[in-house]
């Protein structure tokens, strides 16, 4: 049952319509929520999920152990999988599999990674590209966790809107990212309360089906192409430029050429991240409803 089923709402609705018993297949996405034009959180969302990042890259690279503990905290405490939104993947109902304290371990341990020593790697988003293990499922949980109170104000506004929404709602405790104190901190607020736990509406530019920053198609468009600048020969004026075939074969490690020829980049002065980042959010279109109803289908 959707959740205009639930509450016998009729019309186009602005938030992502999701079959409340289930997980479903979409994903909030940094991406998508940093490119929402329609959404007046996005600007608030965006900034939140910026501030986490620094304070988790600022304690990676610090000497200091106490800033190192806390990194590792942060990273392992608070990013327990949110289910209020019903997204995401699932084997049984909206439970999901959880980012857990070995997952965030493995991050923080991945965060020794030279890019973010050099301060290349500046968002969430960027991981999956460099980093294995961490792909849309858990990008859509640490995403979630951290936007959650834009996602509580956006909840509450659907529920001025549509009425009906007011009769289930509840009080509950939830951990959420404070910016000014850079750290988790616990609030109570009230939620719709459907199907056992509470109810998160998410906008529908906030989705995404995929990942939109993606190890493969950054190797094939930048990690490649600067093999092929290096080794560009003229002959005769001509000129002999290595095929992506041969490159491929040649590195077969994504992530790894990923993560060696960006630094090469940067030793150049220039940021292949921020220039693939770029590139995604200028060719960046959202789901259209055709596909959200699709992918939320019964």
Known sequence: MRITEHYNITGPVPFVDVQIERDNLLFTHPTAIRNDLKSGLAASATARLGSYTAEVLRCRASPNAADQAKGLRLVKSGLNEPNETRLGYTRYGSQGHGWGPGLGSYLWNSLRNPLCRDGLLTGLDQLPVFIPRVGQDLISDMTTRLVFPELIDYTLQMAVQYPAMTRDLRKASFTVWDPTNRDWVTIQDVLPFVGGRQLLLVPKGWVSNKLLLAPRPYYNRFATTSVQEERIRYINGKADVPLKRDLHKEFPGVRELNVSQTLKAADKGTNLI??????????????????LLRKTAG
């Not at 995604?280 to 596909?291: A, I, S």
């Open 274 to 291: 921020e220039l693939y980042t770029d590139f995604v959010d200028d060719g960046y279109e959202p789901m259209d409803d055709f596909e």
